[in-house]
Structure formats: structure tokens, C-alpha cells
């Protein structure tokens, strides 16, 4: 995408998402700054991240992601954008499981994890084949609903764990609905 981009994060502790956002998008627009010799805004607003429940709601969000580039009429399936996740239908990394290093890597050589390698796992499987289920649209309420939890930063899920998540995270102004209550005719 050319003024944002999509990435589906899985924090290890509070603060994690916090922390790395901000490490990455400063990182991004000082470089680019610098390459560029400017001081324009580099990207449309902050960050938005919401809470989703694993498995079939989180398989929703990463189909969502993977077709904005189709949605957006830049290429005719997922896998033809150049930064896509779905690597084609191939996993980018062989073993899909997390390798901790023995020893920190010196610059010279190659990384040892690189950003492929982050990709693959997740904590919901893929439904194979991967790039049949990318490629199929998204029915229009769901994505209604994914873009009103995307804006107004609540739990993406069905009721009861869209309710325990935002009592249990404080974000139960998410999942009212907007506006005052209107009082009772009488």
C-alpha cells in the first residue's frame, strides 16, 4: 500500500505492541528523511490495533490483510503483491518453527531470522490451500464489521469473547454504540 501497511502482531507481554510500533515507524520515517532530505509526514496517522480472537476471526483478519491490495485494485490476487505474506502458497521458511541463536551473529554475516521467518508462525493454523481461502472475497458484513473493529480499536470476534475481552482489557467504550442513549418515549 502506498500510504500504510498491515501487520499482524502476536505480543508476548503488555506494552510489546507499544513498544515495537513505535521502534519501527520512527526507525522508517528518520531513514527516510534522511534519504530524502525532508521533514514531510511519512505515514497517515497512528498506529490501530484491536484484539482478536484466535482461530477463525484471526483466519478472517489475515485473509482481510493479505486482499487489501486486490480490494484496492493494485493487483488481481494476493499473492501477485510484492510484499505479500502468502509467499506464493510456499511457507518462507522451511521448518516453520522458532530458532533461538547460539550466539549473537556478527554483522557480516547473514540473519539468522530473517523477516520470512517470523511469518510462518502463528497461533492458528492455515487452512490449506492458503491462497484459495486468501483469494476468496470476504462476505460484505464481515467486513463491515472487521473495518468498525479496525476504526474503533474493539475485539474482533462474536459475543461472548468480544464481551470478556473488552471487560478484561478496558475497552468496553469500543463495544457500545456511539453516540448518547436516547431516552425512552413516555
Given at each position: 500500500?502506498?500510504?500504510?501497511?498491515?501487520?499482524?502482531l502476536?505480543?508476548r507481554?503488555d506494552?510489546?505492541?507499544?513498544?515495537?510500533?513505535?521502534?519501527?515507524?520512527?526507525?522508517h520515517?528518520?531513514?527516510?528523511?534522511?534519504?530524502?532530505?525532508?521533514?514531510?509526514?511519512?505515514?497517515?496517522?497512528?498506529?490501530r490495533?484491536?484484539p482478536?480472537?484466535?482461530?477463525?476471526?484471526?483466519?478472517?483478519?489475515?485473509?482481510?490483510?493479505?486482499?487489501n491490495?486486490?480490494?484496492a485494485?493494485?493487483v488481481?490476487?494476493?499473492?501477485d503483491?510484492?510484499?505479500?505474506?502468502?509467499?506464493?502458497?510456499?511457507?518462507?521458511?522451511p521448518s516453520?518453527?522458532?530458532?533461538?541463536?547460539?550466539?549473537?551473529?556478527?554483522?557480516?554475516?547473514?540473519?539468522?531470522?530473517?523477516?520470512?521467518?517470523?511469518?510462518?508462525?502463528?497461533?492458528?493454523?492455515?487452512p490449506?490451500?492458503?491462497?484459495?481461502?486468501?483469494?476468496?472475497e470476504?462476505?460484505?458484513?464481515?467486513?463491515a464489521?472487521?473495518?468498525?473493529?479496525?476504526?474503533?480499536?474493539?475485539?474482533?470476534s462474536d459475543?461472548?469473547w468480544?464481551?470478556n475481552?473488552?471487560?478484561?482489557?478496558g475497552?468496553?467504550?469500543?463495544?457500545?454504540?456511539?453516540?448518547?442513549?436516547?431516552?425512552?418515549?413516555?
Amino acid at each position: 500500500m502506498t500510504n500504510h501497511f498491515h501487520l499482524e502482531l502476536w505480543p508476548r507481554r503488555d506494552g510489546d505492541l507499544q513498544a515495537f510500533m513505535q521502534w519501527a515507524a520512527t526507525c522508517h520515517v528518520r531513514r527516510y528523511h534522511k534519504h530524502y532530505k525532508g521533514s514531510v509526514h511519512v505515514w497517515q496517522g497512528r498506529y490501530r490495533s484491536f484484539p482478536i480472537e484466535p482461530g477463525g476471526h484471526l483466519l478472517s483478519v489475515l485473509r482481510y490483510v493479505e486482499r487489501n491490495p486486490v480490494r484496492a485494485g493494485m493487483v488481481a490476487k494476493a499473492q501477485d503483491w510484492l510484499y505479500s505474506g502468502s509467499g506464493g502458497g510456499q511457507a518462507p521458511f522451511p521448518s516453520g518453527k522458532l530458532r533461538r541463536p547460539e550466539k549473537e551473529p556478527d554483522p557480516g554475516e547473514p540473519d539468522p531470522f530473517p523477516l520470512a521467518h517470523w511469518l510462518v508462525e502463528g497461533p492458528t493454523p492455515r487452512p490449506q490451500p492458503w491462497l484459495r481461502f486468501v483469494n476468496r472475497e470476504e462476505e460484505a458484513e464481515q467486513l463491515a464489521k472487521l473495518r468498525e473493529c479496525v476504526n474503533r480499536g474493539s475485539p474482533f470476534s462474536d459475543d461472548p469473547w468480544r464481551k470478556n475481552a473488552a471487560r478484561k482489557l478496558g475497552l468496553e467504550s469500543t463495544i457500545r454504540p456511539r453516540g448518547r442513549t436516547k431516552k425512552a418515549e413516555g
